[in-house]
């Protein structure tokens, strides 16, 4: 591999949008539980442990949907955006 090239990462809108959701409803499972969800979803987007999210509303299945590089990829540039 030619280490002169920077991978570039795209994410479609509608991908973006789903990836809103999932997280958003992920989220609100996670604090209805009465879990820190920043921690917990912090910690699962380290590991890629399923365990540090709840089974409440299907949010376990829900978050696994996601993948972690487009996810973090997304978190940045929202973070960045505002």
């Known amino acids: 591999m030619d280490s002169e090239f ?4 795209k994410v479609p809108q509608e991908r973006s949008i789903e990836m809103k959701a999932i997280l958003t409803s992920v989220y609100d499972s996670l604090q ?14 380290l590991s890629e442990d399923p365990t540090y999210i709840t089974n409440h509303k299907n949010a376990r299945t829900l978050i696994r949907k996601l993948d972690r590089d487009e996810l973090l990829q997304e978190l940045v540039r929202e973070y960045l955006d505002n």
């Open 6 to 9: 920077t991978r570039k990462f």
């Open 32 to 45: 209805e539980k009465g879990y820190n969800p920043i921690n917990q979803i912090v910690g699962y987007i």
